[in-house]
């Protein structure tokens, strides 16, 4: 087994995703354990939202809008993710 850990800026982008689903699948063989970190820019928006609603407001929309961009980009059934909202 192998550990292999993805940061933040490794996975910003659909590209980026998938040049590490590459790195996965070549090491498929050592059984690896894959751990990623939130995106770019996903901590900052958390951060923002979580300030945002000391004031009392939720503001949700960025993050996302974020994250809807990056499934469409990577050509994800969007009724796969539904479930996971809801």
Partial sequence: MIVMKFGGSSIA?????????????????SKPAVVVSAHSETTNLL???????L???VEVEASAELHNTLVEDLEIDSRL??????
């Fill in 13 to 29: 982008s659909a590209k980026k995703i998938k040049r590490c689903i590459e790195i996965i699948r070549k090491n498929l063989n």
């Fill in 47 to 53: 951060y923002n939202a979580a300030n945002t609603a």
């Fill in 81 to 86: 993710i539904e479930p996971l909202l809801n």
């Fill in 55 to 57: 004031d009392g407001n």
